[in-house]
């Protein structure tokens, strides 16, 4: 018999909705406290996960989700270089 493997889903934080990992990008803090997005899933810090649409980065924002994972602060600019991160990743 063949072994299935598992495929690991996580929580988008701007929908509420699980998905396939890999349908996500993550954002991680890292320990300076610097939030960046990352689009491999492998960068060191502490991370949530986000659908690759702008939508849900604007639900996040708005909730304030992204500062509740990361217990901290977020400045307008690093949504904004998020933001546009994103876009220019979409594919």
């Not at 018999?1 to 929580?11: G, S």
């Not at 701007?14 to 320990?31: A, F, M, P």
């Not at 986000?50 to 639900?59: R, S, T, Y």
């Amino acid at each position: 018999m063949e072994k299935i493997k598992k495929v690991p889903e996580r929580k988008c934080v701007g929908c509420n909705e699980h998905r396939n990992k890999n349908d996500l990008w993550r954002v991680v803090k890292t320990k300076d406290g610097e939030v960046s997005l990352d689009k491999t899933g492998r960068a060191a810090g502490r991370g949530a996960y986000i659908c690759k649409d702008v939508a849900c980065l604007k639900k996040a924002v708005k909730a304030h989700r992204l500062e509740a994972s990361f217990q901290m602060q977020i400045p307008k600019d690093v949504y904004s270089a998020l933001e546009n991160a994103m876009a220019e990743g979409q594919e």
